[in-house]
């Protein structure tokens, strides 16, 4: 059966300092893999999705960068933290060519100081 | 802005009473998903809706779409204390590959 592991599940880090968000997936191949983020009490907005590897597409302009990798892995960055970066970081996956449901991980939640 | 929006944004009802969330839409949409938040937790798939149907029936849950006034529904029948989260309805749309989420209406089921 397929799984979606994302680490780290919180962290706190001060402005200016650098971030990685990892996010893996099992069990399957060639998903579409996506990076949602929310902030308290608020839907989710979508920041990157991937339909394979090295292929990024950006919704939104922001500190934020996003790497495919590998197949599977899925990673979110940013070289210099900003307070509005604070939120609830949701990585999810879907099967290839489709517009079906998504698979979520249990989130990160991150604090800037 | 969101494509979705749910009303009401907030639901408190009592245990074995029907709870009734609404989600409206604005661009061509080639189906239309609903899923549960628990607390601090990820997203869970609940059900789709595809564009040329209108309701829909999953256990406990009945979703309807009208496609004509972009809107959909989402009832909870006779609700439990373990109901109790957040509900979003997410939009596939013509041509995007990625969803777009609503808002959220988090639904408050007293035991």
């Known amino acids: 059966s397929q799984t979606i592991h994302q680490w780290p599940a919180t962290l706190v880090q001060p402005v200016g300092s650098p971030l990685s968000l990892e996010c893996t997936v099992e069990g399957t191949s060639n998903p579409n893999l996506y990076w949602y983020r929310q902030a308290a009490g608020r839907g989710l907005q979508l920041l990157f999705y991937s339909v394979g590897i090295g292929q990024i597409s950006s919704e939104v302009p922001q500190n934020l960068s996003a790497s495919r990798p590998q197949d599977r892995q899925f990673i979110l960055s940013s070289k210099k933290l900003l307070l509005s970066d604070s939120g609830f970081y949701l990585c999810?996956?879907?099967?290839?060519?489709?517009?079906?449901?998504?698979?979520f991980g249990e989130g990160s939640r991150l604090t800037v100081l | 802005s969101q494509q979705g929006e749910e009303d009401p944004q907030a639901l408190s009802i009592q245990e074995g009473e029907n709870a009734t969330m609404n989600c409206s839409y604005k661009?061509?949409?080639?189906?239309l998903q609903w899923y549960r938040q628990n607390s601090g937790r990820g997203l869970v798939h609940l059900i789709l809706i595809r564009s040329n149907e209108r309701e829909k029936h999953s256990g406990r849950l009945r979703v309807t779409l009208d496609t004509s006034k972009k809107s959909s529904s989402l009832l909870i029948t006779a609700s439990r204390a373990a109901d109790t989260a957040s509900y979003f309805c997410?939009?596939?749309?013509?041509?995007?590959?990625?969803?777009?989420f609503g808002s959220g209406t988090r639904l408050q089921v007293q035991p």
């Open positions: 997410a939009t596939a749309g013509t041509g995007r590959r990625a969803l777009t």
């Open positions: 999810a996956w879907s099967i290839s060519g489709s517009s079906g449901e998504l698979f």
């Open positions: 661009t061509s949409i080639n189906n």
